[in-house]
Nanobody, 125 residues
């Protein structure tokens, strides 16, 4: 069992930055591919970024490419999402998730078995 706790969300003006953190419990965290998703009101939950267990492969959604960096520190059982040049359309609840069944880059929601409670990111104009 893995428990995930996100932090770092908040209200920021357009053009600003936020760094989201996801702290994971469990000794096998370092073996899991991890991802960040977001869900705006009335919309589907979509993948923002994903990273393999060793950080060697990374995926970014087109909507955040060039403005976003995912990273992980396996010694701290933590995965990060740095968001820069934020836009109002980035407003959403951001979720951290773990994909324990694959050692590959997980880009499909169905591959993720463990989810955090989410952290709200609100970008004002």
């Amino acid at each position: 069992q893995v428990q995930l706790v996100e932090s770092g969300g908040g209200l920021v003006q357009a053009g600003g930055s936020l760094r989201l953190s996801c702290a994971a419990s469990g000794r096998t965290f370092s073996r899991y591919s991890m991802g960040w998703f977001r869900q705006a009101p009335g919309k589907e939950r979509n993948l923002v970024a994903a990273i393999t267990w060793g950080g060697g492969r990374i995926y970014y959604a087109n909507s955040v490419k060039g403005r976003c960096t995912i990273s992980r520190d396996n010694a701290k059982n933590t995965v990060y999402l740095q968001l820069n040049s934020l836009k109002p359309e980035d407003t959403a609840v951001y979720y951290c998730a773990a994909a324990p069944r694959t050692g590959n880059l997980a880009v499909n929601l169905a591959e993720y078995d463990y989810w955090g409670q989410g952290t709200q990111v609100t970008v004002s104009t």
